[in-house]
């Protein structure tokens, strides 16, 4: 049978997709070992695992070097990728907000600066909004960017609200609700459904369990 091979990052988010792998019978002894190695046979052989960057597992999924994928919905929504989402993880929960210094008031901006990780979501959100702005990229620490004078605001992923907190900034405005998806490329869904279809269903019931 063809290999499946699933783009994960390292991380929170794949050792937890790790958990639910195992509860439908895929074990992947190999990532417990410390190793550089960025393919990963599972221990059955039949599934590869693929370590890859957050914002490019839509990517490989989309292209089709990988037929399945593990993503926050924020990299997902960034890459705007051609893939099935097929699955709410219920994990990696977080949201996509606008933060900023304590009473700093985004209607008044006439030309709203933004530095972010994800100017495709900051752009979009505003856009909606008809509120002008100018994107500022960054790949991370996205908070000193208004302490500084880099930016007016910041569009970024909060999960405790920590980091905004001991940086003296606050939630503007709060945007989606970020979690965990499974995405699948359209191709290998057809092609290789005989093991990626119950593969899908497994994951569901196990995630339904976990829950339950
Ligand atoms: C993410 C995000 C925030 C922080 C939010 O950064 O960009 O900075 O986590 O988490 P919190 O609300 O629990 O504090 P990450 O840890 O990925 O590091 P980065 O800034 O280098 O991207």
Known sequence: MEKIKIALTKGR????????????????????????KLILPSDCGQYEMILVKALDV????ENGAADIGIAGKDTLLEANANVFELVDLGFGKCRFAVAG?????IERAVKLSV???????ATEYFQQKGKQVETIKLNGS????????LSDVIVDIVETGRTLKENGLEVLENMHSISARLV???????????????????????????EG
């Open 115 to 121: 530095a972010t990780k994800y100017p495709r979501v």
């Open 184 to 210: 699948v490329n359209k191709a290998s869904y057809k092609t290789k459904s005989e093991t990626l279809q119950p593969f899908v269903e497994g994951i569901k019931q196990a995630i339904t369990v976990s």
């Open 142 to 149: 996205v908070e000193l960017a208004p302490l500084v004078g």
């Open 58 to 61: 839509a990517t490989y999924v």
């Open 13 to 36: 988010l794949a050792e937890k997709s790790l958990k639910v792998f195992e509860a439908i019978g895929i074990n992947f002894s190999a990532f417990y070992k410390d190793s550089r």
């Open 101 to 105: 210094s304590p009473g700093f008031d």
